[in-house]
Every structure is written in C-alpha cells, then in structure tokens.
C-alpha cells in the first residue's frame, strides 16, 4: 500500500511518500501531485523516509512530474531515500535531473 501525503506547502510542496509505488498505483501518485500542483505552483520535494519499494513504471511517473515542473521553471528533489530507491534513481540517472538530499 503506498502513501503519498502532502505534509507543508510553505516554501515548497512537501509530499511524505510510504509503502510501496509500482505500475498499480503509480497514476494514483501521479494525480495526487499534479493536483496538489496545479493549485499551488512551486517547487516539489519528496520525503522518501518510509518509500520502501518503486519500480520501472514508477521511475517514469517522476520523470513525467520532473518534466511538467521543469518546464515551467519549478524543481523536483527527493530526500531520505533509501539505498534501494536511490540506486534506482542511479542507475537510469535521474540524480542529474533531480537533486537527492541526504
């Protein structure tokens, strides 16, 4: 079961995601975003703390969000990934695109 919660919309929007994200759920976490987006534009970051699991279709789901706030000058940065999710993000490396903080 996966969460995504928006926990501050101070300076930026902050969601606190848990559980897992993969293909069943990943438009689920994509809307929720964009929602939260659309209605307030800033930069986005991601608490990853409690993300335990993502996969291949879940990587495109930030790309895809990466890529429709980057376009109108906004930025995505994950923090408190766990090894497993960041060295997915390595891998195809979408660290370059997304800032991931300690």
């Known amino acids: 079961m996966q969460q995504v919660k928006l926990v501050s919309a101070d300076k930026e929007l902050k969601?606190?995601?848990?559980?897992?994200?993969?293909a069943a759920t990943s438009e689920d976490f994509y809307a929720q975003v964009a929602a939260c987006y659309e209605?307030?534009?800033?930069?986005?970051?991601f608490d990853c703390a409690a993300l335990t699991f993502i996969d291949s279709t879940t990587l495109g789901t930030?790309?895809?969000?990466?890529?429709?706030?980057?376009?109108?000058g906004y930025k995505v940065?994950?923090?408190?990934v766990r090894p497993?999710?960041?060295?997915?993000?390595?891998i195809c490396?979408?660290?370059t695109l997304m800032e991931i903080r300690s």
């Open 84 to 90: 497993n999710v960041k060295k997915l993000f390595e």
């Open 77 to 80: 940065a994950l923090e408190n």
């Open 39 to 45: 209605h307030d534009k800033k930069d986005v970051l």
């Open 15 to 22: 969601f606190s995601l848990s559980g897992e994200i993969d």
């Open 93 to 95: 490396a979408l660290n």
């Open 62 to 72: 930030f790309v895809k969000i990466y890529k429709k706030l980057n376009a109108e």
